[in-house]
């Protein structure tokens, strides 16, 4: 450890990316501590194919990385903070008829939450992950920019849109300029142990990614039968919960209607699972709540955006504007409707590879806005 | 590992002690454990011998006759076997399906236990003090509730010294107890190699878990003593090994070190325990007189010298650790486990302490190879590293978990 030279903590699952992001770092001359964060009660690893992250094996490959790199090394318990912030949420949010994002409130409250103030607490300037994504800051501004990665594949700024200001001046991404081939031809070159390991699993804490199952075993009591209906109220059928649902499902219904169906919506209040035709889950609009601002201090006035509704789903032209009083939220209009608008799911505001902000979609606006109602082309674009 | 580190973290593992590694680099060199102690032939009857040589020591240092003595592959072995070899053969030869644990053993005795519970033993967990000692009575009590649920108790499981807090329990009265009813008394050892009555005569029981490597021997070795004639079962089946107790070949070079880290153990108990001691009381008066919040967990409670279980009030031992490792001290939570992850003591929850003492608590446990020079430098650098987490603990960026997500 030399004096003088700044200190990062680095979050390191043992795989590829935290890798070699811990690696880049150290080249950059950065004083690097590698950290993983167990998040599993100790002995009890999820069950079945076992490649996600902060596992015991997670910390044995870290452990080894940080070994070769040289660098300390340390596992935190975060147990306690991740079942609080992302674990209870997240059924939470499924037995009230949403289908959450968990990663997105890892990030928030565990990795630059937690793990953040920690390395603060140890004297580390920033906090860094194999995350793809860019932070960079405003010369005009001086706000802190989240930005698309050279990866736009790999681009996760989807599930970094709750960080604020301090979180953003705090958080390093040196994976950035690099595409995933390239990571990959990085660890190779470094001999790092992890160069050959799949990809992990979407949801770290559930196995096989079969959140229903893990519902079923976690939450019994909350998980309620009830009505399934079509648009119209009509009484098709039974739903085993309505935690089991989500936003254009068209399997699982057990439902005979001759033609496919798809839940068009979910009304946890009485419990009722509406199905309809494809069409019928389209909409052309949201509202967000709990929004945070990256780009811009606040919204007053509509802007022009293009907006992500999941993880996958293409960038859709829109116009955002304030809804209501309320500064955290928003209202989201498209230019064309978008399918399966989910609640419980970020959206996130794209201007160009600007992050502008994004929120938790509380509702889906299904009706078609009155013409000359607002004129989104003209609207104003953002950043 | 860095050349200035103060290694402060013996009841993981204590350094070899010299006469262990002399005696078994020599082993090693002159191949003298080249062959297989049950062979039909002379290399196998020389090596033969050194194991009976070995046991037989044992045996005299701890009280024992050598057929008492089982070699294990540690403390996790030996408490294991200890526990389950007791508890079996007592339901098997006398019906008694009871298993008393005190609340504050180690894992290898409290999970084997656990075990034992789903195969369908009736086990049942003394509590400790505020302190951290088991006393008799809880233990009688414990018996009871045995008794309550129709079940005579077989097995009493009490530690000899904490291996997280260090203190010494009543192993001989509840030894007493145990005799009274027609149970075997079981104490897992492991921590207490150097202490006075580490004599199983004196202690009473009936069986005796210790480890090599925390009193100076090699990892991976350790031995079982089992009281002639009392039940007993086995829990690896093979070859006629340990007299059929525990098959396998035995893992001759680390039984011969540990005979004679034992040894020495045993000769220099003494003088080791009075240096420790010296060095403990020189670090927690250093330390305080830096840092006069720190405190023991285990308030007057007799215990072992040199392991000491702090409470550092408002800093997470988590923070604390990383900072000492880095400043070039090596302490840790409480016991080292697989992933090296704070786990929140069962120890210090059991003697009841709230949860944010549990988490601002960390072990430090000095050796017989630490020196008083390295006292003042460790409190040092100790008092360096809690004022700059407490000067950092002010600045934090975000509220940890402050913020509503749904």
């Known amino acids: ?383 | 590992m860095m050349k200035d580190v103060i290694y402060l973290d013996n009841a993981a593992t204590t350094p070899m002690c010299p006469r262990a590694r002399e005696t078994m680099a020599r082993l090693i060199e002159h191949g003298l454990a080249d062959a297989n102690p049950s062979s039909p032939h002379r290399p196998g009857r020389r090596v033969r011998a050194l194991l009976d040589d070995a046991r037989d020591a044992v045996a005299r240092l701890v009280g024992a006759t050598p057929g008492e003595i089982l070699f294990t592959s540690g403390g996790t072995e030996s408490d294991n076997l200890g526990l389950r070899g007791a508890a079996h053969a007592m339901l098997r030869e006398r019906g008694r399906r009871g298993v008393v644990v005190s609340a504050i053993e180690h894992h290898a005795v409290l999970e084997a236990a656990r075990a034992l519970e789903r195969e369908g033993f009736v086990v049942e967990v003394a509590p400790c003090t505020r302190q951290g000692v088991v006393t008799r009575e809880a233990v009688e009590l414990a018996v009871g509730r045995i008794e309550a649920r129709g079940e005579r108790v077989g097995v009493i499981a009490v530690m000899l010294v904490n291996n997280e807090v260090g203190t010494v329990q009543p192993v001989a009265d509840v030894a007493a107890l145990a005799r009274s009813r027609g149970a075997l008394v079981m104490t897992d050892a492991v921590q207490a190699p150097f202490a006075e009555e580490l004599d199983v005569e004196r202690l009473g029981c009936d069986v005796m878990a210790l480890s090599a490597h925390k009193f100076g021997g090699p990892q991976g070795v350790g031995l079982l003593y089992v009281r002639r004639g009392v039940p007993f079962d086995p829990i690896l089946f093979g070859g006629g090994q340990e007299r059929v107790l525990r098959p396998g070949t035995e893992n001759v070079a680390g039984i011969v070190g540990l005979a004679a880290a034992l040894a020495w153990a045993r000769e220099e108990r003494q003088a080791i325990e009075a240096h420790k001691r010296r060095l403990e009381a020189r670090l927690l008066a250093r330390l305080q007189e830096r840092v006069p919040d720190v405190e023991l967990n285990t308030g007057d409670a007799p215990r072992s010298p040199g392991l000491l279980s702090l409470h550092v009030p408002g800093i997470e031992a988590e923070a604390l650790l990383v900072e000492l490792d880095l400043a070039g001290v090596a302490c840790s939570y409480g016991a080292a486990c697989s992933s090296g992850s704070l786990r929140p003591s069962h120890v210090l929850q059991a003697m009841g302490l709230d949860e944010a003492r549990v988490r601002c608590s960390i072990r430090v446990s000095i050796g017989p190879f630490n020196t008083l020079e390295e006292m003042d430098r460790a409190a040092d650098r100790m008092a360096a590293a809690i004022g700059k987490l407490r000067a950092a603990g002010r600045t934090a960026v975000t509220v940890v978990g402050g913020v509503s997500v749904s």
């Open chain 1, 1 to 383: 450890m030399r004096a003088g030279r700044p200190r990062v903590l680095v979050a390191m699952s043992g795989g590829v990316d935290s890798s070699v992001a811990a690696a880049l770092l150290v080249e950059q001359g950065y004083d690097v501590i590698g950290v993983t964060l167990q998040i599993w009660p100790e002995g009890i690893r999820p069950p079945g194919r076992h490649v996600g992250c902060c596992s015991v094996d997670a910390v044995d490959d870290a452990r080894r990385v940080a070994d070769r790199l040289g660098i300390p090394y340390y596992v935190f318990d975060f147990q306690e903070i991740f079942r609080r912030t992302v674990i209870a949420p997240f059924t939470r949010a499924y037995l009230q008829g949403q289908t959450p994002n968990p990663c997105v409130w890892c990030n928030e409250h565990v990795k630059f939450g937690a793990l953040l103030d920690r390395a603060v607490q140890l004297g580390a300037e920033a906090v860094a992950t194999g995350h793809y994504a860019r932070v960079e800051q405003d010369p005009e501004t001086g706000r802190w920019l989240l930005m698309r990665p050279r990866d736009r594949r790999k681009d996760q700024t989807y599930v970094l849109w709750p960080l604020t200001q301090e979180q953003l001046a705090r958080v390093r991404f040196p994976l950035a300029p690099y595409t995933k081939e390239e990571v990959r031809e990085l660890a190779r070159a470094r001999r790092l142990p992890v160069a050959y390991k799949p990809e992990s699993q979407e949801i770290c804490f559930i196995p096989d990614d079969d959140y229903r199952r893990y519902l079923r075993e976690h939450a019994p009591e909350a998980v309620r039968p009830g009505e399934i209906v079509d648009t119209q109220g009509r009484v098709l059928g039974q739903h085993p919960g309505v935690a089991f649902f989500t936003i254009g499902q068209r399997k699982g219904l057990g439902l005979a209607a001759g033609r496919p169906l798809y839940v068009v919506d979910i009304d946890p209040a009485a419990n009722r699972v509406v199905v309809g035709e494809r069409d019928e889950a389209r909409a052309w609009g949201l509202e967000a709540r709990a929004v945070n601002w990256i780009a811009v201090p606040g919204l007053s006035e509509p802007a022009r955006v293009e907006a992500r509704i999941r993880r996958n789903a293409p960038d859709a032209p829109a116009v955002i504007e304030p809804a209501g009083g309320d500064p955290r939220r928003v209202l989201c209009r498209f230019d064309q409707p978008q399918w399966a608008v989910t609640p419980g799911q970020s959206v996130v505001w794209y201007a160009g590879d600007v992050v502008v902000g994004g929120g938790v979609i509380a509702r889906a606006v299904k009706e078609e806005p009155p013409a000359g109602h607002t004129t989104p082309v003209e609207a104003p674009a953002l950043a």
